[in-house]
Nanobody
């Protein structure tokens, strides 16, 4: 069973920064794409940023490009989402998810293609 554990959420002022962490197993780190998704009250879950198993391809939602950065530390088996210049509209529960990926498969950040999910962490940006 794939286990993903998020941490790092919290309350921050508009314009501030947070770094989310997603801890996974070594197997997951090596064979899975990892994505960050978010869901605000009354809204659909959306893909925020995803990274392939190799780390060679990263994807970002238009709404976070230039503000958020996804990265992976293989030594720590952790995927990070650095969030800068946060806005009130970034307020949501953020989920880390994993998708088993074959090397030739195209990168994707479609939530319905990710089969394993963490419990989520709340991010609240105050105006």
């Amino acid at each position: 069973q794939v286990r993903l554990v998020e941490s790092g959420g919290g309350l921050v002022q508009s314009g501030g920064s947070l770094r989310l962490s997603c801890e996974v197993s070594q197997f997951t780190m090596n064979y899975y794409s990892i994505g960050w998704f978010r869901q605000a009250p009354g809204k659909d879950r959306e893909g925020v940023s995803c990274i392939t198993r190799s780390g060679g391809t990263t994807l970002y939602a238009d709404s976070v490009k230039g503000r958020f950065t996804i990265s992976k530390d293989k030594a720590k088996n952790t995927v990070y989402l650095q969030m800068n210049s946060l806005k009130p509209e970034d307020t949501a529960v953020y989920y880390c998810a994993g998708k088993r990926q074959i090397l030739t498969a195209p990168a994707t950040c479609a939530s319905n293609e990710y089969e394993s999910w963490g419990q989520g962490t709340q991010v609240t940006v105050a105006s």
